[in-house]
């Protein structure tokens, strides 16, 4: 380690051999996914990673230079654990100053995680110094149900749940509902020329979301590039020309192999409020059960905002989906 790459945290533990030090760019990758890969194995955090997925993150970040931005933990030499900060400004006004980190399993419950957070809250006071002052500050991170070490930290440090969230399963073997479209809309596929204008519809029906903040070319291309684009399996609706809502299926393959499975997920749920509760978002879902099935999968899976203002949690219920796992946003103000 090279005396510009390390970094000084007055808050770490005294371990022998522990140290900090800045990314070193794709060389990094695989150590991340190393890291990654055991803990979500601690945390039954189902969620297969690649190389190629942190490269394809990292060429598309927004609000963050990883080299100021992140911070890694050593061990004589061996990557434990790593953090990395963004911030966005949400449409209400609101700064979010975002941090998160990953620890392997046997470096936690020693003042380890504790010290990386507080480094992550001091470089997010940094960047928000050079912000303006209008609007609410809010420092926020993320924690799922089978992490409650995280959550104990964060709640002892004055995070507080400002909101909750499911990850919802659905077998779908044997017999399966369908419902109709309304008069007048119709399923069609999303030709290559119309890919932004479906981004265009997305973005504006999901404007009244919680959080929601205006999306950045950075996140179309990403999007353009994930290996879930996967639009022979996407259920939109049309109206004429208009594209009025839809459902984005994607069938992650690693996934499934990682954990022997055959799960297709329904994501991207959304329609136009000039087409509400006319039944198009029940209509997409379950003939996404039905593409999904013909696809050899035989569960189907999402994740909602369980305080959706559109009744999606409802929804999500009422054609058999169920909560397996709860996530929740934390989140306190910036002093």
Same mark, same amino acid.
């Given at each position: 380690?090279?005396?510009?790459?390390?970094? /000084?945290?007055?808050?770490?533990?005294?371990?022998?051999?522990?140290? $900090?030090?800045?990314?070193?760019?794709?060389?990094?990758?695989?150590?991340?996914?190393?890291? =990654?890969?055991? /803990?979500?194995?601690?945390?039954?955090?189902?969620?297969?990673?690649?190389?190629?997925?942190?490269?394809?993150?990292?060429?598309? =970040?927004?609000?963050?230079?990883?080299?100021?931005?992140?911070?890694?933990?050593?061990?004589?030499g061996h990557v434990i654990?790593?953090?990395?900060?963004?911030?966005?400004?949400?449409?209400?006004?609101?700064?979010?100053? /975002?941090? $998160?980190?990953?620890?392997?399993?046997?470096?936690?419950?020693?003042?380890?995680?504790?010290?990386?957070l507080y480094h992550s809250e001091r470089r997010l006071h940094e960047i928000a110094a050079d912000h303006p002052a209008n609007g609410a500050r809010f420092l926020e991170s993320y924690a799922e149900d089978t992490q409650p070490g995280l959550e104990s930290l964060l709640l002892r440090e004055g995070y507080v749940a400002v909101r909750h969230g499911y990850d919802m399963v659905r077998e779908i073997a044997g017999s399966l509902p369908r419902a109709p479209l309304p008069s007048g809309t119709e399923v069609r596929p999303v030709p290559p020329e119309r890919y932004r204008a479906l981004w265009a519809a997305m973005d504006e029906a999901f404007r009244d979301h919680w959080g929601y903040s205006p999306p950045t070319e950075e996140d179309y291309q990403e999007w353009l590039h994930e290996p879930t684009f996967q639009p022979e399996l996407w259920q939109v609706a049309w109206d004429g020309d208009e594209i009025v809502g839809m459902?984005?299926? $994607?069938?992650?393959?690693?996934?499934?192999?990682?954990?022997?499975?055959?799960?297709?997920?329904?994501?991207?749920?959304?329609?136009?409020?000039?087409?509400?509760?006319?039944?198009?978002?029940?209509?997409l879902l379950t003939g996404s059960f039905h593409l999904l099935r013909e696809r050899g999968m035989t569960e189907a899976a999402l994740g909602v905002d369980t305080q959706n203002p559109n009744g999606a949690l409802q929804?999500?219920?009422s054609v058999g989906f169920r909560p397996v796992k709860r996530g929740s946003t934390y989140r306190k103000p910036m002093s």
């Open positions: 380690m090279t005396s510009r790459e390390k970094i /000084h945290v007055p808050d770490a533990p005294s371990i022998l051999g522990l140290a $900090f030090r800045r990314f070193r760019g794709e060389d990094d990758y695989p150590v991340m996914v190393a890291v =990654l890969e055991r /803990h979500n194995a601690a945390d039954r955090i189902e969620r297969a990673v690649t190389v190629e997925d942190v490269a394809r993150t990292y060429t598309y =970040l927004t609000n963050c230079d990883p080299y100021q931005d992140m911070l890694f933990a050593e061990v004589d654990g790593y953090n990395r900060v963004t911030w966005w400004k949400e449409s209400r006004g609101n700064r979010i100053y /975002h941090h $998160f980190g990953f620890l392997v399993p046997e470096w936690r419950q020693q003042g380890i995680g504790r010290a990386m459902v984005l299926n $994607f069938i992650d393959v690693k996934e499934n192999e990682q954990y022997k499975r055959q799960r297709g997920y329904t994501e991207g749920i959304c329609v136009r409020r000039p087409w509400r509760r006319r039944g198009i978002a029940r209509a929804l999500y219920e």
